[in-house]
């Protein structure tokens, strides 16, 4: 599970607007950087809950249109637009208008406090469209203006992690939870302990995470995403499918929720639950990878008209998110290596990450994976190793590193590993899996 970028959830500014009236979504010429808000799915949320974003909306867009040199509406707009993209999948419309409104507010030369919110906001769009090194940049130069506020250390824990600088991602998460000890550095703990192989640790932290949020929330609901995947990931499919069963009794159509059940459903062998639940939750949202495990879904059963469909609308996805600064690199490495098979291109996007942040352990994992393929085993077991180098557990890293040492003739130790790793979790669904049970069976 990839690190929780809790800022963008965040609707403390927002709720200062407990009413009022609706108003038109009209966009005059005079302020461009206002961006219309999308209807959404009628499935995402409540009725109210759609009903008070659509009324926050329009008492925003308001006092920005009677007051255009006021600051506070502009940097809660922008929130609100990174809050409606992460709710409605929506990214390549709402993350452009989040750094539009970012950027109004630092043309009006704002003060220090102003100024430190806006580039606290530009740092956290920038996480989520995977502008790693712009995000860090950002953060570290926001901390001077304010180090004792939390998020910034949230914001430089993700960065940091996100380029595989993990020790320091540690430091920055230390002085996050010295400073505010609630769900955001709670689940930053977990994912970090299960980084460096704490993985009992790291389902504690996150049920700390759990019960500090408000149930029925959307950071609720991801949280207990975050927590009943920790618990998939090790092979623990009750727990993970008692998270998620949980998840939708509090907040009911939660697509992200949805599609990990269906994954439950496709590791238990019931694929047609697993589709039908796929579908129902790109349905809701279009996330690209409930597309990628429909996809896989399809490859795996043969139906290759339908799995080659579902993966070309994945890369006209991903083009998309990509001509909106969503850098996607290692999505388009896991669509060839899962999907098309062309390793080649597999190879070409996983080292374009590779080049920016080489320590970063998913990076890592996939280059294994594609060396592997190719049969490049000496490549496998350099990349395999770095997987590890924080001692990890995660089961399909050991995997990939069994592998690797299995086919380089140290026998021994592959199957120690790929025995570890089958034991952890035997229901492994990677392009891999198929091989390594097979050799822990002979």
């Not at 009022?20 to 010429?29: A, F, G, L, N």
């Not at 740092?123 to 506020?149: D, K, P, T, W, Y």
């Not at 139906?303 to 850098?327: F, N, P, S, V, Y």
Request: glycine share 4%.
């Amino acid at each position: 599970m990839k690190p929780l970028h809790f800022f963008t959830l965040l609707l403390s500014a927002l709720l200062l607007f407990s009413s009022c009236m609706r108003e038109s979504r009209s966009v005059t010429h005079a302020f461009p950087e206002i961006v219309p808000m999308k209807d959404r799915n009628s499935a995402i949320g409540s009725g109210e809950e759609q009903a008070y974003m659509e009324e926050t909306y329009a008492k925003l867009a308001d006092q920005i249109r009677s007051n255009p040199q006021s600051l506070k509406p502009r940097i809660q707009m922008a929130q609100f637009y990174m809050v409606e993209a992460r709710a409605t999948g929506e990214h390549g419309y709402y993350y452009p208008a989040a750094l539009g409104m970012i950027e109004s507010v630092m043309k009006l030369n704002p003060d220090q406090e102003r100024k430190f919110e806006a580039m606290l906001l530009k740092s956290s769009v920038l996480l989520s469209l995977h502008q790693f090194a712009e995000a860090r940049s950002i953060a570290e130069e926001a901390i001077s203006l304010n180090g004792s506020n939390s998020l910034i250390y949230g914001a430089l824990v993700d960065a940091n992690v996100e380029l595989g600088n993990y020790s320091k991602a540690v430091e920055m998460a230390d002085k996050m939870n010295a400073i505010r000890p609630d769900l955001r550095s709670y689940s930053r703990v977990s994912y970090l302990r299960e980084i460096y192989g704490e993985v009992d640790a790291s389902v504690e932290a996150m049920k700390l995470a759990v019960a500090a949020a408000l149930p029925g929330s959307e950071e609720a609901a991801w949280c207990r995403l975050t927590l009943g995947k920790l618990h998939e990931t090790y092979g623990n499919l009750s727990e993970a499918e008692q998270e998620y069963r949980q998840i939708l009794s509090e907040r009911a159509d939660y697509p992200f929720a949805i599609a990990a059940l269906a994954e439950i459903e496709h590791k238990k062998g019931n694929n047609d639950h697993a589709e039908e639940l796929l579908k129902k939750a790109c349905d809701i949202i279009p996330e690209v990878s409930f597309y990628h495990q429909l996809a896989n879904l399809y490859k795996e059963s043969g139906r290759t008209a339908e799995a080659e469909k579902t993966t070309k609308e994945i890369l006209e996805m991903l083009a998309d998110d990509e001509q909106h600064g969503h850098k996607m690199g290692l999505e388009y490495a896991r669509v060839h290596l899962d999907l098309t098979g062309d390793y080649a291109q597999a190879l070409k996007y996983a080292m374009e990450e590779y080049k920016t942040r080489p320590d970063n352990i998913d990076v890592n994992k996939t280059l294994a994976a594609v060396y592997l393929k190719t049969g490049d085993v000496a490549k496998a077991g350099e990349h395999a190793a770095k997987a590890l180098i924080t001692r990890s557990r995660n089961p399909e890293a050991l995997c990939l590193a069994g592998l690797a040492q299995q086919k380089s003739g140290n026998t021994s130790e592959g199957m120690r590993l790929l025995k570890s790793s089958i034991k952890a979790d035997p229901y492994q669904q990677h392009c891999l899996a198929d091989e390594a049970r097979a050799l822990v069976a002979m």
